[in-house]
Nanobody, 124 residues
């Protein structure tokens, strides 16, 4: 699986962005998908994840109520809608795909494939 993330950019605090991650291959629907992020000088962290059929989702506490993850299996794409952005959301955002079950959706080591990252900068 190859992943291509897009949609990052510069936005003012309180604004919104939508990230997209397009996947290659015909088995997209069998992967758990997630977004992680890495801020300067910090470790990469889980942001949001979605199970195979999009029924199950999981969010980091820091983004609950502001971010929404979704997927369109017909388009091999996963999205991250980010609202009410804060300066602390500034980071490179990575999409990732996992063959593990949705029970391990937050565990970074379970993800087998990673996109190249897209930079989100939130100005205060």
């Amino acid at each position: 699986v190859q992943l291509q993330a897009s949609g990052g950019g510069l936005v003012q605090a309180g604004g919104s962005l939508r990230l997209s991650c397009a996947a290659s291959g015909r088995t997209f629907g069998t992967y758990v998908m997630a977004w992680f992020r890495q801020a300067p000088g910090k470790e990469r962290e889980f942001v949001a994840g979605v199970g195979w059929s999009a029924v199950r989702t999981s969010y980091a506490d820091s983004v609950k109520g502001r971010f929404t993850i979704s997927r369109d299996n017909a388009k091999n794409t996963v999205y991250l809608q980010m609202n009410s952005l804060k300066s602390e959301d500034t980071a490179v955002y990575y999409c990732a795909a996992s063959r593990a079950g949705p029970g391990t959706i937050t565990i970074m080591s379970n993800y087998d494939y990673w996109g190249q990252g897209t930079l989100v900068t939130v100005s205060s």
